[in-house]
């Protein structure tokens, strides 16, 4: 099963550039973030072309927006409002893989604006909430098959930036969004499926700014985006990939889709 996290920035305006990529990648279930279109609008037929049966979605207009497109059945599926904001930001469902029923959560976390302070950043506060929400909500799924992924904007490593020390008071880095994602973490016993394969010591990024017309010339880059599992999943992960060169495509979105194989 090759499970896929992508924050499109608008589902609308790049199905071309996921269609390619699912010519070329031929994923099982893609999870998608900031698909920017209420649920009306939702390009249904165009999706199911790409050959995704099952699809769900949560969305709103312009901003936000999740959904999972899969081969298999979704079951079970739930939209919770995180922190009662309103937002579109998570969606999961239940996945029959192999003797297995698994819970898959998609989450799109607040960026959190600019300055890190909760006292005078409503958006950093926000932020805050969603995590610790995370928290509390994964404690009492202990013992549980589950796989989240998503846009957590958050990159939690030294070398999951470009530049560690220049970003430690940038939101995104800093420590105290660090320390609740190891929270989220901790609460399940979760895996980063990405630095399982790859070493904490070797950079590994999912977003570059638009502002770099040549993005990996600099290489500005920061990890984002992630996918996670429980350790009860841990002997069938296979192999990850990200797919830097969807950066470079023609009116690409500012991350890349990344995967995760899970092999029965």
Not at 87 to 103: L, N, P
Not at 185 to 194: K, P, Y
Not at 234 to 250: A, F, G
Request: proline content about 5%.
């Amino acid at each position: 099963m090759k499970i896929v996290s992508y924050n499109i920035n608008s589902l609308r305006l790049r199905l071309p550039l996921l269609k390619n990529f699912v010519d070329e990648i031929n994923p099982d279930v893609i999870c998608l973030q900031e698909t920017k279109v209420a649920d009306e609008f939702f390009p249904h037929e165009g999706v199911k072309e790409l050959g995704f049966e099952y699809v769900e979605f949560s969305g709103e207009k312009s901003y936000n927006g999740v959904a999972i497109l899969s081969k298999f059945p979704l079951k079970n599926t739930q939209k919770i409002d995180v922190a009662g904001y309103g937002h579109k930001r998570h969606i999961s469902a239940t996945i029959e893989f192999g003797d297995k029923e698994v819970e898959l959560h998609n989450f799109y976390i607040p960026a959190g604006g600019d300055e890190a302070d909760p006292k005078i950043n409503p958006k950093f506060d926000h932020k805050l909430k969603f995590l610790d929400w995370m928290v509390e909500h994964f404690k009492e799924k202990q013992g549980k098959n589950l796989i989240i992924v998503g846009d957590f904007n958050i990159a939690p490593l030294e070398h999951d930036v470009w530049s560690h020390k220049q970003l430690l008071k940038v939101v995104s880095h800093t420590p105290i969004e660090v320390e609740r994602l190891e929270k989220i973490r901790a609460s399940a016993d979760f895996i980063d499926t990405h630095r399982h394969f790859v070493p904490e010591s070797e950079k590994l990024f999912s977003w570059w700014s638009y502002r770099g017309k040549e993005p990996f010339k600099s290489n500005r880059g920061r990890r984002l985006d992630h996918i996670w599992c429980s350790h009860s999943l841990k002997n069938h992960m296979k192999s990850v990939e990200t797919y830097q060169n969807y950066r470079i495509v023609e009116s690409p979105s500012d991350h890349v889709p990344i995967l995760t194989h899970f092999q029965k």
